[in-house]
């Protein structure tokens, strides 16, 4: 594992965001053959591994050695001069973007960047992030068989929005273990074990934990409602979730008793060993798609002819990965699948109440 990070942080290794060419084809079939580009889209120096976005638009996991970084002169498919014709173009111009041109938000590559840092228990943007819900865009070159290359703007339509954040370990670390230490007393109370699962009460959650939960909700918040709202959130509860083989989540949405708007948020903290990223490539199961395992967010019912009427899916899939933490409103509905195998699955969840500057807070 120590020659796989170290071999994954050398100079010239891929970053998440490169364009990268397969230099040596997979173990099974159906992987990708030499020479493909791809898009690197998730790293994993543990084991080695890297997730690639291909072509055709599908995700392969492949080993971190089997890919090689493109030159910038390669990037898009472009030739030496069209991809320093479109490196050096300026971005079209726009009203400011969260207090920022939008030329500010593109380094000397054209590489968006942004990043959030943490200090003193507050999460903040470093620089702005590129998208936010109500102009989330993705701008690029296109360059048409003939003819020169064009800036182009990718505009999803969307109805609200959530954020995925990288928690501090620290915090959630000791939250694993506010859980862990629960969880018997909470299992000796329950008279009959429940195929949804253990849920374990935290009355006094972890407050550095409890803290950047109230600053990502913000964040969310500033984007959906406006930045100059005056809105602020407070934590209503926090519950701990302890799911063995078998159990499952059902189908429902929480609400927070403190303000009748506000967010649901879950992160899983710990993953038994049959469930890792790994399962996202695996057949699916059942007609519907899903896989074991897997927290299921779902903002709209989904029809037999959504995708010829050009509609998304309804259905949002969070990544089996632990430390990382989901914010969504609180009408969302969710539900966990079971899995098979040994161990348990812990996960923490928490209503956050959102309120603005006219709204009277509940005593």
């Not at 090689?68 to 079209?92: E, H």
Request: with cysteine; aromatic share 6%.
């Amino acid at each position: 594992a120590a020659a796989a990070a170290a071999a994954a942080t050398r100079e010239g290794a891929p970053r998440v965001g490169d364009r990268v060419r397969l230099s040596a084809d997979g173990s099974g079939s159906g992987n990708p053959k030499a020479g493909d580009e791809a898009e690197v889209v998730n790293m994993d120096p543990k084991k080695n591994r890297c997730k690639v976005r291909l072509g055709s638009g599908e995700l392969r996991n492949v080993p971190i050695s089997s890919v090689q970084p493109l030159p910038p002169s390669s990037t898009n498919g472009q030739s030496g001069s069209a991809a320093a014709r479109a490196s050096s173009a300026p971005v079209s111009s726009s009203p400011p973007f969260l207090g920022f041109d939008a030329e500010e938000l593109f380094s000397a590559d054209g590489v968006a960047s942004s990043s959030l840092v943490y200090t003193d228990g507050r999460m903040a943007w470093r620089q702005p992030p590129l998208c936010s819900t109500q102009r989330l865009k993705h701008r690029g070159w296109i360059t048409p068989k003939v003819g020169e290359p064009a800036p182009c703007e990718l505009l999803p339509l969307v109805h609200s929005g959530m954020l995925r954040a990288e928690f501090p370990e620290a915090p959630a670390r000791r939250v694993l273990a506010q859980i862990c230490s629960a969880a018997p007393q909470a299992r000796q109370e329950t008279k009959s074990r429940v195929r949804t699962g253990l849920n374990v009460l935290m009355p006094l959650p972890d407050a550095e934990f409890s803290a950047v939960l109230v600053t990502l909700c913000e964040t969310l918040a500033g984007h959906l409602v406006g930045e100059q709202s005056g809105c602020h959130c407070e934590v209503d509860d926090v519950w701990g979730v302890v799911q063995r083989a078998g159990e499952y989540r059902p189908l429902r949405s929480h609400r927070n008793r403190k303000s009748p708007v506000g967010f649901s948020c879950l992160m899983d903290l710990q993953l038994p060993p049959s469930l890792s990223p790994d399962n996202h490539e695996r057949p699916s199961k059942g007609a519907y798609g899903f896989h074991d395992g897997l927290h299921n967010l779902i903002w709209k019912a989904d029809r037999s002819n959504d995708r010829l009427e050009l509609i998304h899916p309804g259905i949002v899939q969070c990544e089996l990965l632990t430390g990382y933490v989901y914010i969504f409103p609180q009408w969302l509905q969710q539900l966990t699948y079971p899995f098979s195998g040994e161990g348990e699955r812990i996960w923490v969840a928490a209503n956050v109440a959102l309120f603005t500057p006219t709204q009277p807070e509940h005593p």
